[in-house]
Nanobody, 124 residues
Framework: QVQLVESGGGLVQTGGSLRLSCAASGVIISINAMGWYRQAPGKQRELVASITSGNSTNYADSVKGRFTISGDNAKNTVYLQMNSLKPEDTAVYYC??????????????????WGQGTQVTVSS
């Protein structure tokens, strides 16, 4: 009933840029916050950046000044502009929606949702 669909990953050289997009679909009433997480091989999933419905943002120290998160509340979409990419940014990037309230067709429900992940590879 609710899906998060990511796009925009790929292979880029060190210093390059990529833009990730994530669109939430369904009968969505509200979303508290959306964010991007990443998981590199052998490592735990970590928060990259998040944005609230009021446009407050939060970034991991490792990406501050290089990545920018933005959102379009009307489209239930979040973007991650990644500049000056480094090999250590290589990971699968996952979109998250926190406290997403939606209509099931019979009732309202609230939950957290994840996208399927998109691979970002930065070559040295």
């Amino acid at each position: 009933q609710v899906q998060l669909v990511e796009s925009g990953g790929g292979l880029v050289q060190t210093g390059g840029s990529l833009r990730l997009s994530c669109a939430a679909s369904g009968v969505i009433i509200s979303i508290n916050a959306m964010g991007w997480y990443r998981q590199a091989p052998g490592k735990q999933r970590e928060l990259v950046a998040s944005i609230t419905s009021g446009n407050s943002t939060n970034y991991a120290d490792s990406v501050k000044g290089r990545f920018t998160i933005s959102g379009d509340n009307a489209k239930n979409t979040v973007y991650l502009q990644m500049n000056s990419l480094k090999p250590e940014d290589t990971a699968v990037y996952y979109c998250n929606a926190d406290r997403l309230r939606f209509w099931t067709g019979a009732t309202y429900r609230t939950g957290d949702f994840w996208g399927q992940g998109t691979q970002v590879t930065v070559s040295s």
